[in-house]
Nanobody, 123 residues
Framework: QVQLLESGGGLVHDGGSLKLSCSAS????????MGWFRRAPGTEREFVAV????????YYADFVKGRFTISRDNAKNTLSLQMNSLKPEDPAVYYC????????????????WGQGTQVTVSS
């Protein structure tokens, strides 16, 4: 059973940057498409970005295109999300997820989830 652990969340000023990381134990990330989701208070968990097993294909939600970059290092069993130009609407708990299917954008397409890391943006 793959276990995922996010890190790198914190407080950043409006327009600032953060890099989130996701590490895996009990399995290899190289067998999964990997995604990032987020959930702000009072909202549903929403798709942010996904990357293919090889890392050659990525897909982003419209609200992060041009600002966030998803990447992976299968040799190190890690996933990252570089977040630039953070906005007041970006604060949420960010989750990494592993899915056996293709580039999923829905929660149900992912079998393994981390516990999340909090991102806060101050104006």
């Amino acid at each position: 059973q793959v276990q995922l652990l996010e890190s790198g969340g914190g407080l950043v000023h409006d327009g600032g940057s953060l890099k989130l990381s996701c590490s895996a134990s009990g399995g290899t990330l190289g067998s999964y498409a990997m995604g990032w989701f987020r959930r702000a208070p009072g909202t549903e968990r929403e798709f942010v970005a996904v990357i293919s097993i090889s890392g050659g294909t990525t897909y982003y939600a419209d609200f992060v295109k041009g600002r966030f970059t998803i990447s992976r290092d299968n040799a190190k069993n890690t996933l990252s999300l570089q977040m630039n130009s953070l906005k007041p609407e970006d604060p949420a708990v960010y989750y990494c997820a592993a899915g056996s299917g293709s580039l999923g954008v829905h929660r149900w397409e992912y079998e393994h989830w981390g516990q999340g890391t909090q991102v806060t943006v101050s104006s």
